[in-house]
């Protein structure tokens, strides 16, 4: 791997790898290799099997066609050197983490064949592979994830709640099967009213509890005007007090985040994140100079 050009100095590219996170369920491997299963089928890229000869070479670029952050440089390492190890992958990104566009950010050298399959696996693989957690999860830009799966946090949720007959009663249910089973791991609950931060406050008082965080759902109301109300927000940070993490969640955009920031709860949480995300349009192409100028026609470079 080569170095990486970023905010105009030279700095190591480990420091823009984000690695995958680790799972103990998942072999990643295992899914590469069923993603290429998957394209190779029982006869293998027939495409490129009848028209590019075994023994080719060649350098490819990667192609953003509109400005984005790049994503799980790790993974795509790892499908590379998964369907040939010969492939020689140089990363050159610039404007700290974020791609310009039409800007070269990667090279590939190797066996053409190669080329070509990567080109369908690794920019497809995120979508694809979407509804696999360890793919999906968010960790550049400085994210941190509540969890990797239903395993490793205790997270009451609404469904829960209802379930349970109220806040205090879903607590004292974990509580009581955290020591049953003798774990220590975080729990966090949802509430949705201050009378439910009241009550979960008034039993966490009165009795070891197993609680970390709590979470405000809701709490930020939109306005006619685009703006958002923080008051009811504020108020259960308050009444909080820092006796425990906090968390708002709901209504979370670019323009509202400051906004609840400034509460002083200790985390905010967006789906938007993951659930409408926008797929950044890249191509992996060996004609880097016709292909720039076709993408010209249609201000797509």
């Not at 069923?34 to 490129?48: M, N, R």
């Not at 509430?191 to 406050?201: A, G, N, P, S, W």
């Not at 308050?238 to 509460?263: H, P, Q, W, Y």
Request: proline share 3%; glycine share 8%.
């Amino acid at each position: 791997m080569a170095s990486v050009e970023a905010a105009g100095s030279t700095a190591s590219a480990e420091s823009l790898v984000v690695k995958p996170p680790s799972h103990p369920t998942y072999d990643i491997k295992a899914v590469i290799a069923l993603a290429l299963a998957e394209d190779a089928g029982d006869l293998g890229d027939v495409t490129s099997l009848a028209t590019i000869p075994s023994e080719m070479e060649v350098e490819a670029q990667f192609i953003a066609k509109e400005d984005g952050v790049i994503a799980g440089i790790a993974l795509a390492e790892m499908i590379f050197d998964q369907l040939d190890p010969s492939l020689k992958v140089e990363w050159s990104v610039r404007d700290g983490n974020y791609i310009r566009k039409g800007m070269q950010f990667g090279k590939v050298y190797g066996c053409a064949h190669s080329i070509v399959v990567v080109e369908r696996v690794a920019l497809n693989f995120m979508q694809r592979m979407s509804g696999i957690a360890t793919f999906t999860k968010v960790l550049i830009g400085g994210g941190k994830n509540h969890r990797m799966g239903l395993f490793d946090m205790v997270m009451i949720k609404d469904n829960h709640i209802s379930i349970a007959g109220g806040v205090v009663n879903a607590l004292k249910s974990v509580d009581s099967f955290l020591k049953k089973k003798n774990l220590k791991i975080p729990v966090e609950i949802e509430t949705r009213t201050l009378e439910e931060v009241k009550d979960v406050l008034n039993y966490a008082s009165k009795t070891v509890c197993s609680l970390t965080r709590i979470m405000l759902d809701n709490m930020v109301i939109p306005l006619p005007n685009g703006d958002v109300d923080v008051t009811m927000l504020k108020e259960a940070v308050e009444m909080i007090d820092g006796r425990f993490e906090t968390e708002a969640s709901g209504n979370v955009t670019l323009e509202t985040v400051k906004k609840i920031g400034e509460t002083g709860v200790t985390y905010i949480s967006s789906g938007a994140l993951t659930h409408s995300v926008k797929a950044l349009d890249i191509s992996l192409k060996i004609d880097t100079d016709l292909a720039l100028r076709v993408a010209r026609r249609t201000n797509r470079a």
